[in-house]
């Protein structure tokens, strides 16, 4: 019963990634489970741009969206992926208040998939979103969401001692009985009855 979830819990973000080379096709793989995630409106609203070490220019560019302090490890990374999302619907323009959601589902998708294939990936927020919009000269409703890096698992060696000391440990969950609830919401979710 447990097996997609095995995989599941295999996922986890490291710092340490090694050069191995990971074939287009693997990563079109990632890309096509991302792309089965469902949707509100099946609107599909994310968008994906990769870019590898083959192209150091390029790779480059990416690393200089990044924050010093995620940089100094995911320069490391064999791939760096922008996700984005877009904001409003393309049946009618309104706003789609799913658009974060659904690209969230999708790199789900891809976490798991990449997880299956012993690739890991590792998200990160600490990105200049406005460098991002800036060099691709965005619309205005396509939104840079997270930069993920992905690779395969290295040995700690080329990163500070600091990060690799985090990589030897899993980082926590929260209980099951704190975040799952049958039939109502515990009172602390609640406005205070006047
Ligand atoms: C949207 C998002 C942004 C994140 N931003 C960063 C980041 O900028 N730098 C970083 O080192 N980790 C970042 N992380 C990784 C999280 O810290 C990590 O996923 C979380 O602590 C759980 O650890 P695990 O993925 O190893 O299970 C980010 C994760 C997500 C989903």
Not at 42 to 48: D, G, M
């Amino acid at each position: 019963m447990r097996n997609i979830l095995d995989i599941i819990e295999k996922r986890w973000s490291p710092y340490s990634f090694s050069s191995g080379y990971i074939e287009d096709e693997k990563i079109e793989t990632l890309m096509a489970a991302a792309g089965r995630a469902p949707s509100a409106n099946n609107e599909q609203p994310w968008l994906f741009l990769y870019t590898t070490k083959e192209n150091k220019e390029k790779f480059d560019v990416f690393l200089g969206f990044l924050t010093e302090s995620n940089r100094v490890w995911a320069k490391n990374a064999y791939a760096l992926i922008i996700s984005f999302a877009r904001l409003n619907s393309s049946y009618n323009g309104k706003p789609d208040r799913y658009a974060f959601h659904d690209t969230g589902m999708a790199v789900a998708n891809l976490l798991t998939q990449a997880s299956s294939m012993n690739i890991f990936i590792h998200q990160m927020g600490g990105y200049s979103i406005e460098k991002v919009r800036d060099y691709f000269k965005l619309k205005d409703d396509v939104e840079p969401v997270a930069v993920m890096a992905v690779g395969y698992i290295g040995d700690g060696t080329n990163i500070p001692e600091e990060l690799h000391k985090r990589d030897e440990k899993r980082r926590p969950r929260k209980l099951l009985s704190e975040y799952s609830f049958k039939n109502n919401l515990p009172e602390d979710f609640k406005k205070e009855e006047l």
